[in-house]
């Protein structure tokens, strides 16, 4: 179990158009600021963790591991924006995240290859779009799955291939916007709109060393 006080939390907030007026009389009228660093006060992060890695080699299986982690996490912050005073979760933050693989290592070609499956689950993002207006997202992720194959060299340096999102993964976004706390509580914006994304799988090749 966990449980941590965080000052300064970093999050990207949506840019006002007083604001981004000023920058562009500023800078430059062709550019936009759309998201800023912002350092919305204080906040309280908590949770559980459960982590199981389990060799097989009782059942006639060396070298492969087989683990799982899940984990709960809950957080709370008042929202910066002083015109729509909310306590809520960590922008993008998820509720609960898990993963579940294996690993093998073939000791005689010093090579190790294994799979493993992360997901999570929903995510609220939170913009800013005005000085009392708020963008409030739901974001869900489809799960990630990975298989890897790890070669090892002169006991120094590692290859390793992993082909990545293997199941064409999809981002949905239902954003909703809100112009005040009233509105927020009672579920009730003045728009909506829906979002979504899909994303190829993709290879990464990675080479590492010991000096």
């Known amino acids: 179990a966990f449980y941590r006080r965080i000052e300064n939390k970093i999050e990207l907030n949506g840019v006002g158009d007083e604001v981004n007026a000023i920058f562009q ?40 591991h087989v683990f799982a982690n899940y984990t709960y996490v809950h957080s709370e912050i008042r929202d910066a924006n002083s015109n729509f005073p909310v306590d809520r979760r960590f922008s993008m933050q998820p509720d609960y995240i898990y993963n579940a693989g294996f690993d093998h290592l073939i000791q005689n070609w010093a090579l190790t290859w294994g799979a493993s499956y992360q997901n999570g689950g929903a995510a609220e993002e939170w913009v800013d779009s005005g000085a009392a207006t708020k963008e409030v997202a739901d974001v869900t992720f489809e799960g990630n799955l990975e298989v890897f194959l790890e070669k090892t060299f002169a006991e120094r340096y590692v290859v390793r291939v992993a082909a990545q999102n293997l199941l064409d993964a999809k981002r949905k976004d239902v954003t909703r916007i809100y112009e005040s706390v009233a509105q927020y509580n009672a579920r009730t914006p003045v728009s909506s709109e829906i979002d979504q994304e899909e994303s190829d799988p993709w290879i990464i090749l990675t080479f590492r060393s010991t000096f």
């Open 25 to 64: 009389a500023q800078i430059d009228d062709e550019i936009e600021a759309t998201q800023y660093v912002n350092n919305p006060n204080k906040g309280t992060i908590y949770g559980v963790e459960f982590d199981l890695s389990y060799p097989l080699e009782a059942l006639g299986a060396p070298n492969f």
